[in-house]
Each structure stands twice: as structure tokens, then as C-alpha cells.
């Protein structure tokens, strides 16, 4: 009996056409297609190769049956010839434009299905409920100056003018410059940053109750945006590290789409009563700052490390977390991560990384200006109190969680980017061009749901859009932190663009987020074909001179830039 004789039987009216590859009397399925100029390069080859050759190797009768019946399967051998007992080595058939498949990827390494799909929930119950609550407790502490705006912190604190425009400008500022340098640290010291950067915002939330001047105001928007500068990077390059690049969509997606919305909703209804004589907006910044420290200082003893080194995961479940860093890698690492250096960092700002900073930027603009003046923008549709202004800006928020939960379960069943990030922003679009277009408070009000809506997706898509596209490590640590980097200045816009004077129908902020909507839609589809362009020209065997004259180490650290290497469109 062959080794093929087991085998299952394949019948000819199968539909979908796989790749075969055949070495050393084993065959192996591949779940990626073939190109298309490639099938029918691969049945000219077939045509030729000689019975006898083939027939020799002792093959199946169901795979001589594939053969001689031309079956439109395509055919991809590793054979040996009669002078030269060698066998052919595989990079030499993906050199010549054809993708890595899964099981050439893991390179011997079998990974059960079962075994893994238990290690997806574990994760999937640990990380996520986490992650949300962290980045919450972030979106909160920042957030949390526009309910106290409009409970009386200009009026304690002796503000006037741009006083509160400036206070949140410093805050961008310091959150802009903490970014890729509390990422690098990340990288080197692992997990344990998170739990310090968590402690210190609370920390200061929690001093920023205490306040009594303006001076003193800056001064703990300075502290707080230093702290939080690097969390959300820290967060999804962690997960990056536990997850497959088909899974990160998903998991980053609940993570950072509904911790700010639920985190939004939330804000508003601590703003309802006081607590012994920490009262109005002091209640709101003690409250939150209390909570979040606690939270950190669990962290220090809760929070996951390194899948190399978790103490969360036995031993096999580590193996096979290595396994799987294995297989979704161009070329294998065992989990290591490749030293930081200057080059790395800055070959991480490539054009792809650059379009999703850049968009994220301007979703950015909206999202956070909303985030931050949303009850200042109700307050102004009508005369309400300041709980009846706070309560009415929870709804847009609870839309928004519904959305994220449809568009990023879509994004990752579709294995699509480009098309859930389109749809989403043009609802944006529809909702400040509606804002733009009437005085109607109920209309504008309706606006609000349209705008929160489309904009609160935006930035997670965009974010994880670049992250499936960065590769090494270290490109992916720098661009998991330069996206909401640069999407920091975009929030710096947004403290600008509701302004007293342009009070109450706010028309020059809304025109401005009108146009950087339109501006998104045009890089996600431009963007999106750019990708599919580079994946064609690899597919051809365009970019194979990447790899002449490399050492081993140097094709290691090629990354994105690998001829293997495919981009998520």
C-alpha cells in the first residue's frame, strides 16, 4: 500500500480549485488559490512531464486519475529526477510568485484545531473583557473634562476665552510625543507597562478632583497625557502578539470600537449626583480617577505577558500559541522578537502605515470633538439642565455600540477592510452634511446619532487595518503607535473645531468634519486598490529581487517587504 492509498477520495466535479503539492509521496492541500496565469503555466508543465515520471514516484490511483484525466486542479511538484536524487526546496515554487500556504508556513509544526480553538476562547474570555475595561477607563479619564466643562469647571477655575480649547491642546500635545517611545518600552520591558500606565492616569484623574487653578489644570492635563499617550498602542500590540493577523480584526475591533462608546455612555451618567463635599465636576474626576487606579494596581499581579513567558498558559498552550506566531510569519521566528534598531523603525513608516495614520487623523477630528463636546453641542439644541444635557448624550453612544457590533463581525467573516470602512464613514458624511444643512434642532440632534455612529468604528478599522499590515516586530510596534499618534493631532484639531463663537449651530466645525469624512471614503477605496495592485505584482514575482544577495538575518527582518508577505485589503 502507498502512502497515498488512505487517502480521500476526490471527486472530479469538485467546484473550487486547490493547489497540489506534491514531495516525497505526501500530499498536501492548500486553502489559497492559484493565480490564475499560473494554472494554466502549471497545465503546461503537466503536459510535459513524463508518464513515466510521474508513475514512478508510486502515486495514488485516485491522483493518476487527477492526472491523466486533466482534471482543472493545478499541479505544483517537488520532484526528483533520474540523475540528481534532490529534492526540490519549496521557496523555489514560492519564489516564483505563488502565496505561502498554511501548511508550508508552519513548517512541520501541526496545529490541532481543537487544541487551538480552546486556546481562542481561553484568550478570547481574558484578554478581551480586559482590554475593554482598560481602554474605557482610558476614553473616560480623557473625556471626562467635557462633562465637567459643562458642570462648572470654567466657572471655579476662573476661565475664559480659550482657556479649555488650550487645556486640551496641552493634553494632545503630550499624548502625541508619549506614543512610539512608551511603545519601544513596551517592547523591551513587556506587560507590565500597561499596569504603569494605568496607575498614573488614575493617579492624576484622581488629583485632577483637588484642582483650584487653571495653572493647576494644565499641569495634570500635561501628567494625564503622558500617561495615556501610550496605552491603546500597548494594548493592541499585545494582543498582535497573542493573535493571527485573521483573528486581530476581530478581537481589536470589540476592544477598542465598544470600550469607547460604553466608556461614553457611562460618563454621562456619573454626572448625577454628588458625593459628601466632593461635588459637580470634582465628583466626576474623583469618582473616575479612584476607580481606575484600583484597576491598575490589580494589573501589576493580573495583567498577561508575553505568550513566550504568560503564566496564564500551561506549557502546551504556549507551545502552540509559538506555533501559530509560526505559521501566520513570512518566515519563522519561534515567537522571538528581532532587536529594535533605527532602520526598523524607520522603514515602519511606509506608505501603508502613512494613509492609516493620516486617515485615522481625520476620523480623529470628528470622533474626539464629539467625544469632548457632545454635551456642550446638545446643550445648545435647547434648554436643559446640565443632568437633562449629560443624559441626552448617552443615546448616540448606545447606537454607536450597536454599529460596532455589526460592522467589525462583518469586516472579519468578509475578511474585508476596505468595504466595512467605507460604509461606515459615508454615515458619517450623511450625518454633518445633514448637520450643515439645517438649524433644525431635531434634525441636528439626529445628526448626532449619524456622526458618533459612522466615526466611532473609523479609527479601530484604520488602526487595525495597518497593524495586519506591519510585520516585523518592531514595524508593528512602531505602527500600532504612530497611527493613534498622529491620530492625536487630529484630536488636537478637534479641540478647535466647536468653538464659543461659532455657537450654537457650531457650521464651520461640521463643514470641516464634512470634508475630512469625504477625504476617509477616497483613501479607503484609493488605498484599496494600491494594496491589491501590490498584491498582484506579487503574485507575478515583481518584488522577488528583494530577496538577491540577503543573508538570512537581513530576509528576516524584510517584513511587509518580503515577496510572501500579502496584504489584508
Known amino acids: 500500500m502507498t502512502p ?75 520532484a526528483t529526477t533520474m540523475s540528481e536524487n534532490k529534492i526540490t526546496p519549496n521557496n523555489e515554487l514560492l519564489g516564483k510568485g505563488h502565496s505561502r500556504t498554511e501548511s508550508e508556513a508552519e513548517s512541520g509544526n501541526v496545529i490541532d484545531a481543537v487544541a487551538e480553538k480552546q486556546l481562542l476562547r481561553k484568550l478570547d474570555w481574558i484578554l478581551i473583557p480586559l482590554f475593554m475595561l482598560i481602554y474605557g477607563l482610558n476614553f473616560i479619564d480623557r473625556t471626562a473634562v467635557g462633562n465637567a466643562k459643562i458642570a462648572g469647571l470654567e466657572k471655579d477655575l476662573g476661565m475664559e476665552g480659550f482657556d479649555f480649547n488650550i487645556a486640551l491642546t496641552v493634553f494632545y500635545i503630550f499624548y502625541f510625543l508619549a506614543d512610539i517611545p512608551s511603545n519601544l518600552i513596551m517592547k523591551r520591558v513587556g506587560s507590565i507597562w500597561i499596569a504603569v500606565l494605568v496607575t498614573l492616569f488614575g493617579a492624576v484623574s484622581l488629583a485632577s478632583a483637588f484642582i ?94 508575553d505568550p513566550l513567558t504568560s503564566r496564564m498558559l500551561t506549557k502546551t498552550e504556549r507551545e502552540l500559541s509559538i506555533a501559530r506566531l509560526n505559521a501566520d510569519a513570512v518566515v519563522k521566528t519561534d515567537g522571538k522578537k528581532e532587536p529594535t534598531s533605527i532602520k526598523l523603525i524607520l522603514q515602519s513608516f511606509n506608505i501603508w502605515t502613512t494613509v492609516c495614520a493620516v486617515a485615522y487623523m481625520f476620523v480623529n477630528i470628528s470622533f474626539q470633538g464629539l467625544s469632548l463636546f457632545l454635551p456642550t453641542v446638545v446643550s445648545s439644541l435647547g434648554k436643559y439642565t446640565v443632568v437633562q444635557a449629560q443624559l441626552r448624550s448617552v443615546p448616540p453612544f448606545a447606537l454607536a455600540t450597536v454599529w460596532v457590533l455589526v460592522v467589525i463581525p462583518w469586516s472579519f467573516i468578509a475578511k474585508q477592510r476596505a468595504i466595512p470602512v467605507i460604509c461606515t464613514m459615508l454615515l458619517q458624511v450623511v450625518g454633518y452634511a445633514i448637520a450643515v444643512g439645517t438649524k433644525n434642532p431635531h434634525a441636528r440632534y439626529a445628526a448626532c446619532f449619524l456622526c458618533v455612529t459612522g466615526s466611532t468604528p473609523g479609527g479601530p478599522m484604520f488602526l487595525i487595518w495597518g497593524t495586519d499590515n506591519a510585520a516585523p516586530d518592531t514595524m508593528r510596534a512602531v505602527a500600532t503607535a504612530a497611527i ?86
Request: proline share 4%; glycine share 8%.
Open 4 to 78: 497515498l492509498d488512505d487517502a480521500p477520495r476526490w471527486k472530479p466535479t469538485m467546484h473550487l480549485e486547490y493547489s497540489w503539492i506534491f514531495w516525497n509521496c505526501e500530499l498536501r492541500l492548500s486553502r489559497q488559490r492559484t493565480p490564475r496565469s499560473r494554472r494554466f503555466e502549471n497545465r503546461k508543465k503537466l503536459k510535459e512531464m513524463p508518464r513515466w515520471h510521474v508513475c514512478s514516484r508510486g502515486l495514488s490511483r485516485d491522483l493518476r486519475f487527477l492526472i491523466e484525466g486533466h482534471i482543472h486542479i493545478p499541479l505544483l511538484f517537488r
Open 212 to 305: 483650584k487653578t487653571y495653572r493647576q489644570l494644565l499641569a495634570t492635563r500635561v501628567l494625564l497625557g503622558l500617561a495615556e499617550g501610550g496605552t491603546l498602542s500597548a494594548l493592541v500590540y499585545l494582543m498582535a502578539r497573542y493573535y493571527r493577523r485573521k483573528e486581530l480584526v476581530l478581537r481589536t475591533g470589540l476592544f477598542f470600537g465598544l470600550a469607547p462608546t460604553l466608556a461614553g455612555a457611562s460618563s454621562g451618567l456619573l454626572s448625577v449626583d454628588n458625593i459628601g463635599i466632593v461635588k459637580s465636576w470634582r465628583k466626576i474626576f474623583f469618582v473616575e480617577g479612584l476607580i481606575t487606579t484600583s484597576v491598575g494596581l490589580l494589573l501589576f499581579i493580573t495583567i498577561p505577558d
Open 484 to 569: 493613534p499618534a498622529l491620530g492625536a493631532i487630529g484630536s488636537l484639531i478637534a479641540v478647535w473645531t466647536y468653538l464659543p463663537s461659532d455657537a450654537p449651530n457650531f457650521h464651520k466645525g461640521n463643514s470641516l468634519n464634512l470634508a475630512t469624512g469625504c477625504t476617509v471614503v477616497l483613501m479607503a477605496t484609493f488605498g484599496a486598490l494600491y494594496l491589491r495592485r501590490e498584491n498582484a505584482k506579487r503574485d507575478r514575482g515583481e518584488r522577488d529581487y528583494r530577496l538577491e544577495g540577503k543573508t538570512e538575518e537581513e530576509i528576516k527582518n524584510l517584513g511587509y517587504l518580503h515577496p510572501k508577505f500579502r496584504y489584508q485589503i
